[in-house]
């Protein structure tokens, strides 16, 4: 090995180790439950959105601001896709093909063991959700398995357009919960300011309720 070689292994060893990043290369587990925020309160910050006393001040504010889901599964949001013209032809410079965005998602989940009245109470929330045409109101929270929380990187609640859930399945016992399915839209881009939290110690935010009514 050259003299230089040597040089720069030993500046290498000699380099500090990397700062300790709690949000560098973690991967939280599944999202089980939703947050869905009224985006004109919007009423979280980076400090707020990891404390319980922030979620509860938000779950018994009036007007109310907050909708938290029943448990979720299968709770998926795909990946995006590139929206592109030409490419291996002639309409484009070079055959390069132009890349114009990348499209909107659909994230698909089945709420479980959810009320008639709880399903109620969602839908008239969710209503304030509009298509891209007319701007949403709406925007969403994620809560995963253990203590991560996904929002904005302000804490704020990330857009969301077109939240839906379906209609019940009809039949079983008078009174008894059912699973609905919830779909919504998120932009082209939507993951580009995302921020990934860590609850403070002794808060589970999946354990979190929607105040009585």
Request: charged share 15%.
């Amino acid at each position: 090995m050259s003299e230089r070689l040597y040089a720069i292994s030993d500046q290498i060893a000699g380099m500090p180790a990397p700062p300790d990043d709690p949000g560098y290369d973690v991967v939280p587990g599944n999202v089980i439950k939703m947050a869905i925020v009224l985006l004109s309160i919007n009423p979280f910050t980076g400090a707020t959105i990891i404390t319980s006393n922030g979620w509860q001040t938000a779950l018994t504010a009036d007007p109310l601001g907050v909708y938290i889901t029943k448990y979720i599964d299968n709770f998926t949001i795909p990946a995006s896709e590139v929206i592109a013209e030409g490419g291996g032809d002639s309409t484009t410079w070079n055959g390069v093909r132009r890349v114009r965005a990348l499209n909107s998602v659909t994230g698909t989940g089945m709420i479980s063991g959810i009320s008639h009245l709880e399903y109620k109470a969602m839908k008239k929330f969710i209503s304030l959700s509009g298509n891209f045409q007319q701007g949403t109101r709406l925007g969403l929270i994620f809560f995963h398995e253990g203590t991560a929380i996904t929002a904005l990187s302000t804490g704020k609640a990330i857009p969301a357009y077109n939240i839906v859930v379906t209609d019940p399945p009809l039949g079983g016992k008078l009174g008894a919960s059912f699973d609905v399915n919830i779909s919504f839209d998120l932009p082209g881009g939507w993951a580009s300011d995302i921020g990934l939290f860590e609850a403070a110690a002794g808060f589970a935010p999946s354990n979190l309720e929607n105040a009585p009514a």
